[in-house]
């Protein structure tokens, strides 16, 4: 299966910390996307990023990708209570992207006030 | 600017019923996709629509079909039933096949089989 994984499974941490969490995979990709789900609603696009590129910032999340161990991972930093979700990368390896992706099972953030 | 919407948004249907799910693409999208999420899981691909065709199918069976309609809106049909066909289900939009672009889901159909 191409399916992910993420690490660790569930966090807690203090508000204002910075959280991170991590994502491998096994072949090949396009692109890498990350999502953020509230309590099993739907699924909020947080940041792509492509084969080609390490990095990519968007507020206050950083992404880093590295094809060479096929793994990547996002940065939360200063958190607020209001990040509490559950976050999945996935994975879209298809021959021309866009095709389909492949879900990780998650990792549950807790923020703690 | 609408996103992707849903619908309905809960239901609850009797083992062996058949069921229709609901999608309208965010707008300038033309390709839509369907997946199922357990609870406590991610989601599994069912399958993709462009161009009012089937392109891609995960590993569902034949009990799942879905059709997509000129304006790019999308029908998911599920026939025959079961409990564990008990679950979140997730419509994505995007734009073209080859486009290597993000997808954007809709808040999901929560599906009940009792």
């Known amino acids: 299966s191409q399916q992910g994984e993420e690490d660790p499974q569930a966090l807690s941490i203090q508000e204002g910390e910075n959280a991170t969490m991590n994502c491998s995979y096994k072949t090949s990709i396009n692109n890498l996307q990350w999502y953020r789900q509230n309590s099993g609603r739907g699924l909020v696009h947080l940041i792509l990023?492509?084969?080609?590129?390490r990095e990519k910032h968007s507020g206050r999340l950083r992404v880093t990708l590295d094809t060479s161990k096929k793994s990547s991972s996002l940065l939360i930093t200063a958190s607020r209570a209001a990040d509490t979700a559950s976050y999945f990368c996935a994975t879209d390896w298809s021959n021309f992207g866009n095709e389909k992706l492949t879900f990780g099972t998650g990792t549950r953030l807790t923020i703690i006030p | 600017d609408a996103g992707v919407t849903q619908s309905p948004t809960h239901l609850i249907k009797t083992r062996g019923q058949q069921v229709t799910l609901r999608c309208s693409p965010k707008s300038g999208h033309d390709t839509v996709s369907w997946y199922q999420q357990a609870l406590g899981q991610g989601p599994q691909f069912i399958f993709q629509y462009y161009e009012e065709e089937e392109r891609q199918r995960g590993n569902f069976p034949d009990r799942f079909s879905g059709h997509q309609f000129p304006n790019y809106s999308s029908e998911l049909n599920v026939n025959a039933l079961l409990l564990g066909d008990s679950a979140l289900y997730l419509c994505?939009?995007?734009?073209?096949?080859?486009?290597?672009?993000?997808?954007?889901f809709g808040q999901g159909t929560r599906l009940t089989v009792v």
């Open positions: 994505a939009s995007s734009l073209g096949l080859f486009m290597n672009t993000e997808a954007f």
């Open positions: 990023i492509r084969s080609n590129e």
